[in-house]
Nanobody, 122 residues
């Protein structure tokens, strides 16, 4: 399996931006579709965005569409999540994850990062 390390979270005011990064190691990064998920206190983990192994296809949750952008650099074994126009309801722990096929379903992902906290103040 691939090992993943998330970073880039922090505290930001509403309307601000953050860029999350997820560095991969262990297996061939370009073999995997990569997803971002998030989990707020007391809530289930939810899908945010996914990108295909080549980067040619992306898909977003309706709640972040138009504000977040997922991208990847296979030469650097890294996937990114650019988050703009952040809202307090975006506050959560964000996780990157790897899957053989692009999916919005949590259980389809076998490898997960440790998570990075994003807090958006109003």
């Amino acid at each position: 399996q691939v090992q993943l390390v998330d970073s880039g979270g922090g505290l930001v005011q509403a309307g601000g931006s953050l860029r999350l990064s997820c560095a991969a190691s262990g297996r061939t990064f370009s073999d995997y579709a990569m997803g971002w998920f998030r989990q707020a206190p007391g809530k289930e983990r939810e899908f945010v965005a996914v990108i295909s192994w080549s980067g040619g296809s992306t898909y977003y949750a309706d709640s972040v569409k138009g504000r977040f952008t997922i991208s990847r650099d296979n030469a650097k074994n890294t996937v990114y999540l650019q988050m703009n126009s952040l809202k307090p309801e975006d506050t959560a722990v964000y996780y990157c994850a790897a899957s053989i096929s692009a999916s919005t379903v949590v259980r389809h992902y076998r490898s997960w990062g440790q998570g990075t906290q994003v807090t958006v103040s109003s």
